[in-house]
């Protein structure tokens, strides 16, 4: 902290002025007589302005440094003729091996160069004119980051949550705690995330883990400085695993699908032109897949290169392959399976082309 400057001081609510029965201020003092046989009285100055100390706005509450933080305070202070400035840490005389003190004619600086949690404790100053004087208070409060927690375990898993318990750390850095920080880490990838941050309590729940993964924790104590250099690691390993699935079928009754054919599209009577191809076309259904006859005039034309029949997902066709003028007459399609039989008939006409 940077002195602070006399045009930013005010008067501290700590102040206190203690008088000590002077007498007349605006006439010689002088000092008590030393014995029956004592040289000349001695003079003592007359007090102009009577001790009084400007306690910075920013001191009067605890002032707050880290460990190893410089600490310079400056002071100011009024008096005339100039006064005796005292500094006292906790009652006691200061070690000028750590601290030093600077008295000037309106102030005191205080200045530790490198402050240690021992330099805490309350300084007071002391000024002292004659018989009067001026006192104010200072509480400094040097911290450091917390040391980790002594311990933490795996409590439990179940899910894809996990719990963990711990123990507090047995030095806080001279200032309170702030909570503490949860981090995990996957045993595949080996990366530490925060999951939980200033958790007041010494333990807590860990929700939304992956199943199928295992994972560490540790925990991170925190105080004003920061967060304790190291933490402690579960010794245990939450593995996440994935909960067993018990299929449920239902009992059903087998449809029987078993069907004598069935024509659901018939044949359509067409006119054919000599010398163009012709086709036919019916859908049949039936289970099992039945066997499918062509019929010209009731005659089988099965193997007749004249024709190609074919079959494809119940759907028969007959190419008359350039039909002549006797090619016309009724054609039929038959299907037949072991469930019985059904058939459709057309009539085609052949005529010359025009």
């Not at 003092?29 to 004592?38: D, F, K, L, V």
């Not at 309590?201 to 929700?207: D, K, N």
């Not at 039909?323 to 037949?336: E, L, N, S």
Request: net charge positive; charged share 20%.
């Amino acid at each position: 902290m940077e002195a602070a400057t006399a045009q930013e001081a005010a008067l501290g609510p700590t102040l206190k002025v203690k008088e000590a029965s002077p007498p007349d201020a605006d006439g010689p003092q002088t000092s008590p007589q030393r014995g029956a046989g004592s040289p000349l009285p001695q003079l003592l100055p007359p007090i102009e302005e009577h001790p009084k100390i400007w306690l910075p706005r920013a001191l009067r509450q605890t002032y707050i440094r880290k460990v190893g933080d410089t600490v310079n305070l400056l002071i100011p202070f009024q008096g005339k003729p100039k006064p005796q400035a005292i500094w006292t840490h906790d009652g006691c005389a200061l070690d000028t091996s750590r601290v030093s003190v600077r008295n000037g004619e309106r102030d005191s600086i205080l200045f530790i160069r490198e402050a240690q949690r021992a330099d805490s404790g309350r300084y007071q100053l002391t000024v002292q004119l004659g018989g009067l004087e001026a006192t104010a208070t200072i509480d400094i409060l040097v911290i450091e980051r917390p040391g980790p927690p002594q311990s933490i375990r795996l409590v439990d898993v179940w899910g894809s949550s996990a719990t963990l318990e711990w123990t507090p750390p047995q030095d806080v850095g001279n200032a309170a705690l702030l909570g503490y920080t949860v981090q995990k880490a996957d045993t595949k990838s080996g990366l530490w995330f925060t999951v939980l941050e200033r958790c007041r309590r010494a333990s807590c729940t860990v929700p939304n883990l992956i199943v199928g993964n295992s994972y560490a924790f540790r925990v991170f104590a925190e105080n004003q400085c920061g967060l304790s250099e190291n933490a402690p690691v579960t010794a245990d390993l939450a593995h996440i695993q994935k909960a067993a699935t018990v299929y449920k079928t239902k009992s059903f009754a087998q449809r029987d699908f078993s069907e004598a054919p069935k024509f659901t599209q018939p044949l359509a009577d067409c006119t054919a032109v000599i010398g163009y191809n012709t086709q036919l076309f019916c859908c049949v259904r039936a289970s099992p897949k039945p066997k499918i006859i062509w019929l010209k005039n009731k005659m089988d034309i099965q193997g007749n290169p004249k024709y190609r029949a074919l079959t494809h997902l119940g759907i028969c066709s007959l190419e008359i392959r350039k039909p002549g003028p006797f090619d016309g007459g009724i054609y039929t399609c038959k299907a037949v399976n072991p469930l019985g039989e059904a058939s459709v008939d057309c009539r085609v006409d052949v005529k010359a082309p025009n």
